[in-house]
């Protein structure tokens, strides 16, 4: 079951530019996680948000949380070409199982 | 250095011919996850472990088997392979459950069943 869902589902921006995607998710959460995946790779773990925090920030990363709504956005500021990725959330429903959406697909144009 | 190893890294394979794609971690993580990648439905989840002997099915289970013997070793098994199980694996362990802690991914296995 999918419990993440991102938008956009692509994006393409260049260099410099901010870039922000959204993710809306359908279940109470106890947390939720947004990875980054270069092309074909394995996933990196970015950032973890509880579901009692509205925001958190790592390096350029900014990542907010809003449970009223249901949804979570990570902006990513002065994006770099080495930014171009997919991204995901992933939501913790319980259950110790870790729920991924299908991804945004950033492309950072130099 | 900290990591999660999966091995092979491609796999070619015929219908039928059972394998098995093995995957370790050397970080002392209890927790340890399957997962299949597909163009446009993101990560599955296939199998996970709380701990050594102890496994449960995630939301794809169908066709695959686990085990969990050693708390390093978390192989997944294909007993018969059929081409809907042609795909991108990933394995992933973290300190404990998966949704409440960092997921470390291993690189992935690319899974042809011809």
């Known amino acids: 079951s999918q419990q993440g869902e991102e938008d956009p589902q692509a994006l393409s921006i260049q260099e410099g530019e901010n870039a922000t995607m959204n993710c809306s998710y359908k279940?109470?959460?106890?947390?939720l996680q947004w990875y980054r995946q270069n092309s074909g790779r394995g996933l990196v773990h970015l950032i973890l948000i509880r579901s009692n925090e509205r925001e958190k920030h790592s390096g350029r990363l900014r990542v907010t949380l809003d449970t009223s709504k249901k949804s979570s956005s990570l902006l990513i500021t002065a994006s770099r070409a080495a930014d171009t990725a997919s991204y995901f959330c992933a939501t913790d429903a319980g259950g110790n199982k870790l729920v991924f959406g299908a991804g945004t697909i950033l492309r950072v144009k130099s | 250095e900290a990591q999660v190893t999966q091995n092979p890294r491609y796999l070619i394979t015929v219908t039928g011919k059972k394998l098995t794609v093995t995957c370790s971690q050397n970080m002392n993580h209890e927790y340890m996850s399957w997962y299949r990648q597909d163009p446009g439905l993101g990560l599955r989840q296939i199998y996970y472990s709380m701990n050594v002997e102890v496994t449960d099915k995630g939301d794809v289970p169908e066709g695959y088997k686990v085990s969990r013997k050693e708390k390093r070793n978390f192989p997944l098994i294909l007993e018969s392979p059929s081409p809907n199980q042609t795909s991108l694996y990933f394995c992933a362990s973290g300190p404990t459950g998966g949704g409440t802690d960092t997921q470390y991914f291993g690189p992935g296995t690319r899974l042809t069943v011809l």
């Open positions: 279940t109470s959460i106890n947390n």
